[in-house]
């Protein structure tokens, strides 16, 4: 199948949402396998920061998938994330002056400062509190190398 000279977009971000749906199922079932939240948080940052509406729309997908995935509230990871982006990202941003530092303080956001969001929400609205486990340390570690290679 030829594609129209004229039509530059590329079907890339597509198939990558789709590897990502097919990843999510995996590291459901294998726990080794991070669940790539700080991963969605910096492409989050980055397709706001560009004003992509097509990667807004893709990222914003694969968090519901990673919030169906992973049994959460609808939309409180965007919500969280939209958020942080906001209020507290530009803040760190303006202290910290290396890029390795965001980057570690992006993924213990995503992970760390989401838990406390979900918990504050679980008191609120008298909901099971969400547990959390050893396995988030190393989850932190590996999306750190990975943030840090993007």
């Known amino acids: 199948?030829?594609?129209?000279?004229?039509?530059?977009?590329?079907?890339?971000?597509?198939?990558?949402?789709?590897?990502?749906?097919?990843?999510?199922?995996?590291?459901?079932?294998?726990?080794?396998?991070?669940?790539?939240?700080?991963?969605?948080?910096?492409?989050?940052?980055?397709?706001?920061?560009?004003?992509?509406?097509?990667?807004?729309?893709?990222?914003?997908?694969?968090?519901?998938?990673?919030?169906?995935?992973?049994?959460?509230?609808?939309?409180?990871?965007?919500?969280?994330?939209?958020l942080t982006l906001k209020l507290i990202l530009p803040k760190i941003e303006q202290n910290f002056n290396c890029k390795v530092c965001v980057n570690i303080s992006i993924v213990l956001l995503a992970y760390i400062g989401f838990y406390f969001f979900t918990s504050v929400l679980s008191s609120i609205f008298l909901l099971p509190m969400p547990a959390i486990n050893y396995y988030v340390i190393y989850y932190i570690v590996i999306e750190f190398l990975i943030v840090s290679a993007l």
Request: net charge positive.
């Open 1 to 82: 199948m030829q594609r129209s000279i004229s039509h530059k977009k590329s079907l890339a971000p597509f198939i990558y949402v789709v590897l990502f749906v097919l990843y999510e199922g995996l590291s459901s079932i294998y726990l080794f396998l991070p669940p790539l939240l700080g991963v969605l948080f910096f492409l989050f940052i980055q397709a706001f920061r560009k004003e992509d509406l097509l990667a807004i729309i893709l990222v914003v997908f694969s968090i519901l998938v990673f919030e169906s995935e992973k049994g959460y509230l609808l939309f409180t990871t965007v919500i969280y994330f939209a």
